[in-house]
């Protein structure tokens, strides 16, 4: 099920992901297809002026966190999330990446948890959303 953590507010419909269906949906199941970039625009209103902000990425797999590989976790940068940091309190900002999903991955359904973290590794964003691998 879609859900949201972390100091940001976020609006979960707001969100949108490659292969996810609706986006007034946030039960929705999202199809990853193996050997292509799913693409993800998350916007969100930081609660605190993040001098970091990091991305990490992982699959839970029988309650077991598995770290997914990321390009650049680095949100700050234009390939890593385009943030422009720090970030400015109280106005809505749009973090846009893209994970590479590779064709080496078992097919298999499991839940992706996908976190911005600040420089003290505290989340401003914390989202887990379905994901079929295919």
Same mark, same amino acid.
């Given at each position: ?14 969100? !949108? ?24 625009? %998350? /916007?969100? @209103? /930081?609660?605190? /002026? ?9 699959? @839970?797999?029988?309650?077991?966190? @598995?770290?997914?590989?990321? /390009? ?25 990446? &893209? ?10 359904? %499991?839940?992706?948890?996908? &976190? %911005?973290?600040?420089? !003290? ?5 914390? @989202? ?7």
């Amino acid at each position: 099920s879609g859900s949201g953590k972390g100091s940001a507010q976020i609006d979960l419909t707001a969100i !949108n992901i490659t292969g996810c269906g609706p986006p007034d949906r946030p039960q929705r199941n999202c199809l990853f297809q193996k050997g292509t970039n799913a693409q993800m625009t %998350l /916007p969100f @209103i /930081p609660a605190g /002026p993040s001098s970091v902000v990091r991305t990490k990425v992982h699959g @839970i797999l029988a309650g077991i966190p @598995i770290p997914f590989p990321l /390009p650049n976790e680095d949100g700050c940068s234009p390939a890593g999330g385009g943030l422009t940091c720090p970030l400015t309190p109280n106005q809505l900002v749009t973090y846009q990446t &893209q994970l590479p999903v590779s064709k080496n991955y078992p097919s298999l359904s %499991l839940k992706v948890r996908w &976190q %911005l973290e600040d420089e !003290n590794k505290r989340d401003i964003v914390c @989202i887990e959303f379905p994901v079929q691998l295919r």
